[in-house]
């Protein structure tokens, strides 16, 4: 008769597994108990130093209500004697015509808020997931941080901001854009913001460039112009030197439109296919019309 001989679990092996099952639970107790408070300390430090920053930084922070006092260049348009047809636009550095937003297309107003700040109308004035994305995003490209500004973020940083990429502009224009948020409206936000963004070559403003690129109002421009009008302010100059990008960069902003519930599949893939031209060229910024800076 054969036995199986089953080797014994000798009595220091128990020992010793009891021993390291007890500190095992110990360990976390112990960890918690040192850390305290070093990390309350911690926490302390950092918080005064953070407020000693926001204070440093807010000592001369510009007035948030400039952005309703400050006075507006605006395009000098002269028309024919029957007052319809424009001959001639004369601005300085900067073509732009203003419009209230009650007069924008909703597809005008939806494709820009898709492409540049989805959560526009629920956030206080800064997306902090899109803020660390674009931080992390900067890292893996070793470049600088982009894609977190929200729509309030960057009027701060177009109307009274300078241009500078420095922490003290960003924490500026970040508690800038907290300030404006609390003394104006979504839609007052929106419209300035329509009214002050650089869509490439001069022009300023979503009506200036309705008008260079496509040779009509804003209020009459369908869904593929809106969406192209909305691709431009990332990089005005890249997508006008390339209808390529430009076209992919139209069609991403209909992908988006078309996920946030703004259009129906229907309306993006027709919209996609739609082929648009611009009627300006995109180093003169001669249009129909004739333009002419100061």
Not at 127 to 148: D, E, H, L, S, Y
């Amino acid at each position: 008769m054969k036995y199986e001989y089953i080797r014994p679990t000798s009595h220091w092996k128990r020992k010793k597994r009891r021993r390291f099952l007890k500190l095992g639970f110990k360990l976390p107790k112990v960890f918690f108990k040192n850390a305290f408070l070093p990390g309350l300390i911690l926490v302390i430090v950092g918080s005064l130093f953070s407020l000693a920053a926001f204070a440093w930084v807010s000592r001369d922070l510009p007035d948030p209500n400039a952005l309703l006092k400050r006075d507006v260049a605006q395009t000098t348009k002269i028309y024919d004697r029957t007052g319809e047809r424009l001959l001639y636009e004369i601005h300085g550095d900067k073509n732009r015509t203003l419009i209230k937003l009650e007069e924008i297309p909703e597809i005008v107003k939806n494709a820009t808020i898709a492409i540049e700040d989805q959560q526009f109308y629920k956030h206080q004035g800064f997306n902090p997931f899109r803020m660390a994305v674009g931080i992390v995003w900067g890292m893996i490209t070793k470049g600088r941080p982009q894609g977190g500004s929200t729509i309030t973020q960057q009027l701060v940083k177009n109307a009274i901001l300078s241009g500078e990429r420095t922490v003290g502009r960003k924490i500026k224009e970040l508690i800038l854009s907290i300030a404006i948020e609390q003394r104006l409206s979504k839609d007052q936000i929106l419209q300035l913001y329509l009214n002050e963004i650089g869509y490439g070559s001069s022009n300023y403003g979503v009506e200036a460039a309705a008008r260079a690129y496509f040779g009509k109002s804003v209020k009459d421009v369908d869904l593929a112009e809106a969406a192209t009008l909305a691709a431009l302010p990332k990089a005005p100059t890249t997508y006008l030197n390339s209808p390529e990008k430009l076209d992919a960069r139209r069609d991403l902003v209909l992908k988006i439109m078309f996920d946030e519930g703004f259009i129906t599949e229907s309306q993006k893939i027709d919209a996609q296919a739609e082929e648009v031209v611009l009627v300006q060229d995109a180093e003169t910024g001669n249009a129909d019309a004739d333009t002419t800076p100061l």
